[in-house]
């Protein structure tokens, strides 16, 4: 079992900087990807990046340029510095945990963390 928990979430101006993190507990392979997804008030859970072991990322479309996924593969960790913050940023951002292992998904999230952009 796999346990994911959010920190580094709050209040900030736009323009402004926050970086998350996210401590993973319980074994991790070096198969897992790990990532986070933000969900607003009203609007569907959506992509905002992800990384693998490898450190292989993707970014969804609105945050490339001003998001940065990391990884400490030691540590269990992932963190999101995110620059450059706007108003649509504000949403509870989730981490994630996905893994394929013997044909079977596996799908792991925190509990969330708000990120709240003021104008």
């Known amino acids: 079992q796999v346990q994911l928990v959010e920190s580094g979430g709050g209040l900030v101006q736009a323009g402004g900087s926050l970086r998350l993190s996210c401590a993973a507990s319980g074994t991790i392979f070096s198969i897992d990807i790990m990532g986070w997804y933000r969900q607003a008030p009203g609007k569907q859970r959506e992509l905002v990046a992800t990384i693998s072991s490898g450190g292989s990322t993707n970014y969804g479309d609105s945050v490339k340029g001003r998001f940065t996924i990391s990884r400490d593969n030691a540590k269990k960790t992932v963190y999101l510095q995110m620059n450059s913050l706007k108003p649509e940023d504000t949403a509870v951002y989730y981490c994630?945990?996905?893994?394929?292992?013997?044909?079977?998904?596996?799908?792991?999230w925190g509990q969330g963390t708000q990120v709240t952009v003021s104008s």
């Open positions: 994630n945990l996905f893994r394929v292992l013997g044909g079977i998904t596996y799908n792991y």
